[in-house]
């Protein structure tokens, strides 16, 4: 969690589900009207990307009473027995392993397939994967992506392969499956492991069949930005019963019994409270669907025509869930850049990301060990300059969203006014991305 992002307690929001259509302060007419330039600011309020979803709250009330008065709060309890059953059932699949978040989730499952040497897996996406194979003394050899996709491009994924591979991971990012028979066959040939990190992909499909069925095993995220959330939670899923088992030693410190311990093991339970939680979201699935549904196509009507950006799109014919809204800005075409872009949004009020920005080979300490990675992923060194992740979920409704597109057309409208003016201010934001300050003179953005 960054520093002080999260709390915007001066800045009330609309509870769930009351998709506001008058939050908005004003339209713009001139460029010096952009809050950027000291304009009034297009919401009173903050609107992020991946403000939680709450589900039914009193159904959750309800069950952490029950919790209480059970006094029974980790440990394999009702709750926890019962979001991982409704896992499987969702999902089609035979072991739903419950965890305490999906970067644990992923390092359980890592320790018992007994990965070692070098593992294959994308540098565009969230630190967690590097991160866990890492901690566990494993090199991550990071790979390129398809721009068309955005995940693992299994071309290069050949080229990586050495003596010391022992794995591929692949990430289905934004819940767009990865080309699960390409790598499967790949793995297969060299004798490789193969598992997936699916935690944007709950409740999505690949060719009818839903993910989480494929490779060893996949790991969920249910982290409170996600579209279910178990406050912090993750899922390891599988259909090996043997791997189940292990995983499940894994997740409780190696314990058989009460007394004995037969192997390696961490602390990877899910509590009761998040399991409640896990429950209680899982039974808004569809409403949730329904709304990011909404919203992104909403989003997809506003801009379809708008110069310069494009939207990534989704493929109806599979089950999805939307939760991510992404565009990709062309800077020759639009006239503006992704970053001038955030930068204008954050003074709107508007906290896009820029995620996976810079790209996990970017960051520490992959960098200092290899600080030429980059050469070897054009593709994801593109990608992280043109990506911005825009708010949606339950939080957010029609009006706001047709406001953020209108202010998108504006922005490309007058690109060459707002750029001209962006070069004569110095806008500085920390690396923490607290809010933005402008001091005259050139403009400034903290490298990684
Ligand atoms: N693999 C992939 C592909 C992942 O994307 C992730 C996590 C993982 C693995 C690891 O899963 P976990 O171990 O976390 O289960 C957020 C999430 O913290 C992270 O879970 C997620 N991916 C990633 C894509 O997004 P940040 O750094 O953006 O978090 P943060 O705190 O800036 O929050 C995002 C926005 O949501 C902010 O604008 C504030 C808002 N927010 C956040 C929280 C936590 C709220 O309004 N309320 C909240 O309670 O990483």
């Known amino acids: 969690m960054h520093s002080d992002r999260g709390g915007d307690a001066e800045t009330p929001a609309p509870h769930d589900g009351s998709r506001s259509n008058i939050c908005m302060r004003s339209e713009k007419s001139r460029v010096e009207e952009l809050a950027i330039f000291g304009g009034p600011p297009l919401f009173p309020y903050k609107l992020h990307v991946g403000r939680p979803n709450i589900g039914d709250r009193s159904a959750l009330l309800d069950r952490i009473n029950d919790i209480l008065d059970r006094r029974w709060l980790t440990n394999d309890g009702p709750y926890l027995q019962q979001f991982e059953k409704h896992i499987c059932e969702l999902i089609g699949v035979k072991h739903c392993v419950a965890v305490c978040n999906a970067t644990i989730g992923l390092e359980i499952l890592v320790k018992a397939i007994g990965l070692s040497g070098e593992v294959i897996l994308p540098s565009f996406t969230f630190i967690a994967l590097a991160h866990a194979l890492r901690w566990l003394g494993i090199n991550p050899v990071f790979c390129d992506i398809d721009p068309g996709t955005h995940n693992l491009d299994p071309s290069h994924v050949k080229e990586l392969i050495t003596d010391r591979t022992t794995g591929i991971v692949g990430v289905h990012l934004w819940g767009r499956p990865c080309d699960v028979e390409q790598l499967a066959e790949i793995a297969r ?66 314990f058989r019994g009460y007394d004995t311990v037969i192997s390696l093991g961490v602390n990877g339970k899910m509590s009761e409270v998040s399991a409640a939680m896990g429950v209680t979201s899982l039974e808004s699935l569809e409403e949730l669907v329904g709304v990011n549904y909404r919203n992104y196509t909403e989003y997809s009507h506003h801009l379809e025509r708008v110069p310069g950006v494009s939207l990534v799109k989704y493929n109806d014919v599979e089950k999805c869930n939307y939760q991510y809204v992404v565009v990709e800005i062309d800077e020759m075409t639009m006239g503006i850049n992704r970053d001038q872009l955030d930068d204008i949004f954050w003074a709107e009020n508007v906290l896009t990301r ?25 593709q994801t060194e593109r990608l992280a300059r043109r990506v911005l992740c825009l708010p949606t979920g339950s ?19 007058h690109a060459e006014a707002v750029r001209q003016r962006l070069s004569t201010k110095r806008i500085l934001r920390d690396p923490q991305r607290t809010p933005l300050q402008q001091v005259p003179s050139i403009r400034s953005r903290p490298e990684v």
């Open 395 to 413: 939080t957010v409704g029609s009006g706001e969203i047709s406001a953020i597109c209108e202010l998108i057309k504006f922005v490309a409208q």
């Open 189 to 254: 040939r060299h004798n490789l492991e193969l598992f997936f990190d699916a935690a944007h992909a709950l409740a999505c499909s690949h060719n009818g069949k839903m993910i989480g069925n494929f490779g060893t095993a996949e790991v969920f995220s249910f982290h409170a930005t996600k579209i279910i959330n178990a406050f912090e939670g993750g899922a390891i899923v599988t259909n090996a019963d043997n791997l189940a088992a292990r995983l499940r030693l894994i997740r409780n410190f190696g």
């Open 354 to 378: 820029r995620y996976f920005y810079p790209g996990c080979h970017r960051m520490e300490p992959y960098r200092t060990n290899d600080p030429k990675a980059g050469v070897h992923l054009p």
